[in-house]
Every structure is written in C-alpha cells, then in structure tokens.
C-alpha cells in the first residue's frame, strides 16, 4: 500500500511538473499564398535577382553589384523575408498539403538562407549562383501548385 502511494504521489509530481508551461502564441494567418506571393516573396527575391548580374548594352558593360554596407544589408534584409516566407507558406490554412508543399516551402528556406549567408560573406559569385536556385525552387513550386492557387483565390 505504501509503494502504491508513493508512486501516485510521484506520478503526480512528475505530471505537474511537465504538464505546464506556456501555451504557444496564436498565430492568425491573415494573407493569403497570393498576397504573400506579391507582398513579400517575389519583390524579396526580385531584390535578390537584380543584385548581381551582367549587362551588355550599346552602351557598355554594367556589373551589378551591391556597392557599399547598405546595398549589401537591403540584400541580407530581402533574404531573410524570403527565408522566412517559407516558414509562412508552411502554415494552416497557407500548406495544401502535408508532402510536397512542405518540401518546396523548405526550399525555399533553404535557398533564401544560402543568399542570406551569401550577402553577409559580400560574396556576389555565390549570390549570383544562389539567384539561380532560389528560381528554381519558385519554379518547382510553381509548376506544382500555380494554377491551383490562382483558382482557389479567384
């Protein structure tokens, strides 16, 4: 009798001290994948796109390239709204699914983290790479889930 108890009074313990803490913050998605598309991931990786590049012209030759500490930052800043606009996509009522919205969502995370380091490290070769995966993961989703989203938001 005196085991039963103790291990109530130690289940009752160890469930107290586990079955608090916070509660996690509600989250209120409030624009839809569209919105977000025009609002936040495409002009941030159009930021990422026009920073780096070359243009040949009647004129002459034009490296883009961020300049000085604040191009450099606007870059930085861009990638990190497109990095964290994944997570964003990764949201109810945002995800159309469990799988593969999921996997193209991250990487976009993936892609927006490597410009993120990229213009950190002022590396505009490795940007101007990371520019190609960052429109391959905007083209993968896309070729999966455009014409789904554009009706839905109809």
């Known amino acids: 009798m005196r085991t039963i108890v ?17 509660q996690p913050p509600p989250f209120k998605p409030v624009a839809d994948v569209k919105q977000l598309m025009q609002g936040a991931i495409d002009p941030s990786a159009d930021v990422i796109w026009e920073a780096t590049g070359t243009i040949i012209s009647k004129d ?26 994944g997570n964003l996509l990764m949201m109810s009522p945002r995800a159309k699914d469990g799988d593969v ?14 410009a993120w ?13 990371i520019g190609g995966d960052v429109y391959e993961a905007c083209s993968h989703c896309h070729q999966e889930y455009m014409d789904a989203i554009k009706n839905a938001n109809k």
């Open 6 to 22: 103790m291990l109530l009074a130690l289940g009752a313990i160890v469930s107290f001290g586990c079955g608090g803490g916070p």
């Open 117 to 129: 380091k990229a213009a950190e490290a002022k590396n505009v070769d490795q940007l101007f790479t």
């Open 101 to 114: 919205w999921m996997k193209r969502s991250q990487e976009m995370i993936d892609t927006g983290v490597a």
């Open 60 to 85: 002459g030759v034009l490296e883009r390239r961020p300049k000085n500490q604040a191009e450099w930052d606007t870059v930085r800043n861009a990638a990190i709204m497109l990095t964290e606009s």
